[in-house]
């Protein structure tokens, strides 16, 4: 399942497939070289948990 976290200024951060179970791979839309962050479910999950905790509100 793709996400999407909405950055400043119009930028987006996706999540993407990998074909490699328990691997997230993360696209930042305002990188022009289309730099590819991996990651672990529970790492991106943490974030995720963190931003909301820190954005109750957004």
Known sequence: MAE???LRRGRVLR???HP???TICLTESGDPT???LRTTP???AALLRTLKENHPDD
């Open 4 to 6: 999407v976290l909405l």
């Open 20 to 22: 490699r179970p328990g």
């Open 15 to 17: 999540t993407h497939s």
């Open 42 to 44: 529970s790492a991106w």
């Open 34 to 36: 289309g730099a590819i």
